[in-house]
């Protein structure tokens, strides 16, 4: 028994003599660049009170909503760290230095785990795999979360009580701050962060240096002419300090190796001088503030010669691109307050060019003039970029601008546009993207001088002509298909989408000009005819806002040669909706990389022996086995992995275990034995990253389309199927047991009716896959009064019978 108490209390030594790690610091700057979201990184830090070895050890991170790690970086490298020491994982090495002044200790990479947005999940884990230390919960959204698990456009640091690492969540070990309003709200690099320091460390710097504050000793109109005394407030004091000392000036003030809560001065310097001060001694040694001193920083408020919010003046809003959002990312002028949004969606990536104009202004005799006005930005994707011009053409794209600010995050501007000369001056505020997307409000909006106004002359509004056409990507029709290049007639057809009454003609210097008339009709096709295989073709819009539109090609020689295996649909992404709804190869379980698929069809008359035949990305992702014989007028699916169920024709499973489809573009290419290519397709981002499959419209010759606009059934994905009617149930059942109607619908309800009694479960989805209705029907009724006009896909279950139906809400 002695042995055991023995071997216990070794036991209890070794567990607590282990050396532990813990997460104190992860940041997301307000704004973009160098000095916002490129700064992000990642503070570990060695509680002691033994040395870690981190060979194997990883960090990892649980992006957005996501309950497994989608991205991980070794921490082998450190090697063994002693207690008290920091680890800084930076998302960008180079923007890292030049923010924070020092190298970080691994460099992460875009997309790592030292990447975040501020809603993503960050753990620890060792050698093993055991998550050691973990920062919020995963699975869990805390997208624009007003709480503790959101430090978007902020940062979250370890309260200072925390001893030791915590592998469950728990809120309140982390002071956050997010741009939700959450703690101390968006926080800005490098002021607001401070790594390789924490609050919880005894040998930290307990000395905190605020932001400074100027005080002038006069008020002079113009740059760099007031004397200037800086302030440095700070919060609380160290016994270790010996001096606090400057390069650029005197210093003063509190001295806070015994003074705690103080304030140090600067004296001698002046506007647009820049300061410094380092605290040298103790726990603080090296510890640095600085910056520059505003060029007009005590300059006398100006008068306002325009209230652009409250007075009779205000911007004219011109919009020159809109997109599908709500408000198309048109600026707004709602009491004064110049509001603008172009988020239409994730993943939506369409252009959009708004502009707030003023003018024109005659600058005689004026010696400075100030745009000042309230800026706040949600998400930082958008910068706004304030601009002047001595002349307009009468619309901003046909103008000439000089860039004056660029804004890219929220504050309390004034804009210097002194420089801006002339008779005919026009300030210009220009909203450009074309992704990701920042809202924008403007308030308290003026222009002021210090000396004489300009005067405001007639104001033209802008006319900006725009071809309200949009051409798309043109299709080849053969008019017969003979081996051999070069010898089958072929009609080009151009799609289009609007339509302008300004247009005079369509014209081409190579063919026949047929089809659709786009100054008439809205959204259809332009036809080329009179065209050959290897012919170059050609179409100009002429006329109004489109004249000059032009687009041309050249048709492939061998266009219309026959081709017997065709790739018929790509899903690249399967839905990640609850039920089966992103369950594409049928096995009752949604995985994203096993629901992946590509579909092969045979269009011949006899059978093709694919044995052998390889399905490529970048790499080789699937070998046909021997005896894979496709019979002519039948289909073979490739899934990703899972077990494929109830897949029409022939279905496979990847041989390398994964297909690999990038969402963001891909190109998928098949193969015969002997590495011919027998048919390809590249598709974009827009194409493969929607939650649905690609498919051929129609069927084996058409072009590749989103499933859900092929036909009427709106279904996600059809392995094994005709895309143009394809089969919505994924399970196999007896149809004629259930029923529902009314469908279309326009009551506010649906009856579902069954061969028995039992209670059904009824899930309906949109045609993204998003689940929107998940009731337990008893009565046969089911309250849909709550759906948009729109069709839907409605999963019904009762006992061990399921059926998928679409629903269509008027």
Same mark, same amino acid.
């Given at each position: @028994?002695?042995?055991?108490?023995?071997?216990?209390?070794?036991?209890?030594?070794?567990? +607590?003599?282990?050396?532990?790690?813990?997460?104190?610091?992860?940041?997301?700057?307000?704004?973009?660049?160098?000095?916002?979201?490129?700064?992000?990184?990642?503070?570990?830090?060695?509680?002691?009170?033994?040395?870690?070895?981190?060979?194997?050890?990883?960090?990892?991170?649980?992006?957005?909503?996501?309950?497994?790690?989608?991205?991980?970086?070794?921490?082998?490298?450190?090697?063994?760290?002693?207690?008290?020491? &920091?680890?800084?994982?930076?998302?960008?090495?180079?923007?890292?230095?030049?923010?924070?002044?020092?190298?970080?200790?691994?460099?992460?990479? !875009?997309?790592?785990? /030292?990447?975040?947005?501020?809603?993503?999940?960050?753990?620890?884990?060792?050698?093993?795999?055991?998550?050691?230390?973990?920062?919020?919960?995963?699975?869990?959204?805390?997208?624009?979360?007003?709480?503790?698990?959101?430090?978007?456009?902020?940062?979250?640091?370890?309260?200072?009580?925390?001893?030791?690492?915590?592998?469950?969540?728990?809120?309140?070990?982390?002071?956050?701050?997010?741009?939700?309003?959450?703690?101390?709200?968006?926080?800005?690099?490098?002021?607001?962060?401070?790594?390789?320091?924490?609050?919880?460390?005894?040998?930290?710097?307990?000395?905190?240096?605020?932001?400074?504050?100027?005080?002038?000793?006069?008020?002079? +109109?113009?740059?760099?002419?007031?004397?200037?005394?800086?302030?440095?407030? &700070?919060?609380?004091?160290?016994?270790?300090?010996?001096?606090?000392?400057?390069?650029?000036?005197?210093?003063?003030?509190?001295?806070?190796?015994?003074?705690?809560?103080?304030?140090?001065?600067?004296?001698?310097?002046?506007?647009?001088?820049?300061?410094?001060?380092?605290?040298?001694?103790?726990?603080?040694?090296?510890?640095?503030?600085?910056?520059?001193?505003?060029?007009?920083?005590?300059?006398?408020?100006?008068?306002?010669?325009?209230?652009?919010?409250?007075?009779?003046?205000?911007?004219?809003?011109?919009?020159?691109?809109? $997109?599908?959002?709500?408000?198309?990312? /048109?600026?707004?002028?709602?009491?004064?307050?110049?509001?603008?949004?172009?988020?239409?969606?994730?993943?939506?990536?369409?252009?959009?060019?708004?502009?707030?104009?003023?003018?024109?202004?005659?600058?005689?005799?004026?010696?400075?003039?100030?745009?000042?006005?309230?800026?706040?930005?949600?998400?930082?994707?958008?910068?706004?970029?304030?601009?002047?011009?001595?002349?307009?053409?009468?619309?901003?794209?046909?103008?000439?601008?000089?860039?004056?600010?660029?804004?890219?995050?929220?504050?309390?501007?004034?804009?210097?546009?002194?420089?801006?000369?002339?008779?005919?001056?026009?300030?210009?505020?220009?909203?450009?993207?074309?992704?990701?997307? %920042?809202?924008?409000?403007?308030?308290?909006?003026?222009?002021?001088?210090?000396?004489?106004?300009?005067?405001?002359?007639?104001?033209?509004?802008?006319?900006?002509?725009?071809?309200?056409?949009?051409?798309?990507?043109?299709?080849?029709?053969?008019?017969?298909?003979?081996?051999?290049?070069?010898?089958?007639?072929?009609?080009?057809?151009?799609?289009?989408?609007?339509?302008?009454?300004?247009?005079?003609?369509?014209?081409?210097?190579?063919?026949?000009? +047929?089809?659709?008339?786009?100054?008439?009709?809205?959204?259809?096709?332009?036809?080329?005819?009179?065209?050959?295989?290897?012919?170059?073709?050609?179409?100009?819009?002429?006329?109004?806002?489109?004249?000059?539109?032009?687009?041309?090609?050249?048709?492939?020689?061998?266009?219309?040669?026959?081709?017997?295996?065709?790739?018929?649909?790509?899903? %690249?992404?399967?839905?990640?909706?609850?039920?089966?709804?992103?369950?594409?190869?049928?096995?009752?379980?949604?995985?994203?990389?096993?629901?992946?698929?590509?579909?092969?069809?045979?269009?011949?008359?006899?059978?093709?022996? @694919?044995?052998?035949?390889?399905?490529?990305?970048?790499?080789?992702?699937?070998?046909?086995?021997?005896?894979?014989?496709?019979?002519?007028?039948?289909?073979?699916?490739?899934?990703?992995?899972?077990?494929?169920?109830?897949?029409?024709?022939?279905?496979?499973?990847?041989? !390398?275990?994964?297909?690999?489809?990038?969402?963001?573009?891909?190109?998928?290419?098949?193969?015969?034995?002997?590495?011919?290519?027998?048919?390809? &397709?590249?598709?974009?981002?827009?194409?493969?990253?929607?939650?649905?499959?690609?498919?051929?419209?129609?069927?084996?010759?058409?072009?590749?389309?989103?499933?859900?606009?092929?036909?009427?059934?709106?279904?996600?994905?059809?392995?094994?199927?005709?895309?143009?009617?394809?089969?919505?149930?994924?399970?196999?059942?007896?149809?004629? %047991?259930?029923?529902? &109607?009314?469908?279309?619908?326009?009551?506010?309800?649906?009856?579902?009716?069954?061969?028995?009694?039992?209670?059904?479960?009824?899930?309906?989805?949109?045609?993204?896959?998003?689940?929107?209705?998940?009731?337990?029907?008893?009565?046969?009724?089911? $309250?849909?009064?709550?759906?948009?006009?729109?069709?839907?896909?409605?999963?019904?279950?009762?006992?061990?019978?399921?059926? !998928?139906?679409?629903?269509?809400?008027?």
């Amino acid at each position: @028994m002695k042995k055991l108490y023995t071997f216990l209390f070794a036991l209890l030594i070794s567990v +607590a003599s282990f050396g532990q790690v813990i997460i104190t610091e992860i940041a997301d700057p307000n704004g973009s660049g160098a000095s916002g979201s490129e700064a992000r990184f990642v503070e570990l830090y060695v509680i002691g009170p033994a040395s870690v070895d981190f060979t194997g050890w990883e960090l990892i991170r649980y992006t957005n909503a996501n309950p497994a790690s989608t991205s991980s970086i070794d921490l082998t490298s450190l090697g063994t760290l002693a207690p008290d020491t &920091y680890v800084l994982i930076a998302a960008n090495g180079a923007s890292f230095q030049a923010t924070y002044g020092f190298a970080a200790d691994i460099l992460a990479s !875009t997309g790592g785990p /030292a990447d975040s947005n501020g809603d993503d999940k960050i753990a620890i884990t060792d050698d093993m795999g055991t998550i050691i230390d973990i920062f919020g919960t995963p699975g869990v959204d805390s997208n624009n979360q007003n709480n503790a698990m959101n430090f978007e456009d902020g940062r979250t640091e370890r309260a200072a009580t925390v001893t030791g690492p915590n592998a469950t969540w728990t809120d309140t070990e982390w002071n956050t701050d997010n741009d939700q309003g959450f703690g101390d709200g968006a926080r800005t690099a490098p002021g607001d962060f401070d790594p390789g320091q924490w609050i919880g460390d005894a040998t930290s710097c307990p000395v905190a240096l605020s932001a400074a504050t100027y005080t002038c000793s006069t008020n002079t +109109a113009g740059d760099n002419n007031d004397g200037v005394t800086i302030n440095i407030p &700070y919060t609380g004091s160290d016994a270790g300090i010996t001096s606090v000392t400057s390069l650029t000036g005197t210093v003063g003030g509190d001295d806070p190796d015994s003074v705690a809560d103080g304030t140090i001065t600067i004296t001698g310097l002046s506007e647009g001088d820049a300061w410094d001060i380092t605290l040298n001694g103790g726990n603080c040694d090296g510890t640095i503030a600085s910056g520059t001193v505003p060029a007009a920083e005590c300059d006398p408020t100006p008068n306002t010669c325009f209230d652009l919010s409250g007075g009779p003046e205000s911007f004219e809003l011109v919009s020159i691109v809109t $997109n599908s959002s709500g408000t198309g990312g /048109a600026w707004e002028n709602n009491a004064g307050s110049y509001e603008v949004n172009a988020f239409c969606g994730g993943g939506c990536n369409e252009p959009v060019d708004s502009w707030l104009v003023f003018g024109p202004l005659d600058m005689t005799g004026v010696t400075d003039l100030e745009l000042i006005f309230d800026a706040v930005e949600a998400f930082s994707n958008t910068d706004l970029v304030v601009n002047y011009a001595s002349s307009y053409s009468g619309c901003p794209t046909g103008t000439t601008w000089t860039a004056a600010q660029t804004l890219t995050g929220s504050g309390s501007y004034s804009i210097d546009l002194s420089a801006a000369t002339g008779t005919a001056v026009y300030i210009g505020i220009a909203y450009t993207d074309d992704g990701g997307y %920042s809202g924008w409000t403007l308030s308290n909006v003026s222009l002021g001088a210090f000396g004489n106004c300009p005067t405001l002359g007639a104001i033209t509004p802008s006319d900006c002509v725009v071809c309200d056409v949009t051409l798309q990507t043109e299709t080849f029709t053969c008019a017969t298909n003979n081996p051999g290049a070069d010898n089958d007639a072929v009609t080009v057809e151009i799609p289009y989408t609007g339509s302008d009454n300004t247009i005079t003609s369509v014209t081409t210097t190579t063919g026949t000009v +047929a089809g659709d008339d786009p100054a008439s009709v809205a959204d259809g096709t332009i036809q080329i005819t009179g065209l050959s295989e290897g012919d170059a073709w050609n179409v100009t819009i002429n006329g109004g806002g489109c004249d000059g539109t032009t687009v041309s090609g050249t048709i492939p020689s061998t266009n219309c040669d026959p081709q017997v295996l065709v790739i018929n649909e790509i899903h %690249s992404d399967p839905s990640n909706a609850p039920g089966e709804v992103g369950d594409a190869n049928g096995d009752g379980t949604a995985v994203f990389n096993e629901d992946e698929f590509v579909e092969i069809y045979n269009t011949g008359v006899a059978a093709v022996d @694919m044995t052998g035949y390889t399905l490529e990305d970048a790499s080789v992702r699937h070998t046909f086995p021997n005896g894979t014989i496709l019979q002519p007028n039948s289909f073979i699916t490739v899934f990703g992995g899972g077990t494929p169920t109830g897949i029409p024709g022939q279905s496979q499973v990847a041989d !390398t275990g994964d297909l690999g489809l990038s969402n963001s573009g891909d190109t998928v290419t098949l193969k015969d034995d002997n590495g011919t290519v027998i048919d390809t &397709y590249t598709y974009s981002g827009a194409e493969g990253g929607a939650n649905q499959s690609i498919g051929r419209s129609p069927d084996f010759t058409g072009p590749f389309v989103l499933h859900t606009t092929i036909g009427t059934a709106n279904a996600l994905f059809s392995p094994g199927l005709e895309n143009d009617d394809p089969t919505l149930s994924v399970t196999q059942f007896e149809a004629g %047991s259930f029923s529902v &109607y009314p469908n279309p619908t326009n009551t506010g309800f649906v009856n579902i009716r069954t061969n028995n009694n039992e209670a059904i479960s009824v899930s309906v989805f949109d045609i993204l896959g998003k689940e929107v209705v998940n009731q337990t029907v008893s009565n046969n009724r089911l $309250n849909v009064s709550t759906l948009n006009a729109g069709v839907y896909i409605m999963k019904i279950s009762q006992n061990e019978t399921s059926i !998928t139906k679409k629903l269509v809400i008027k």
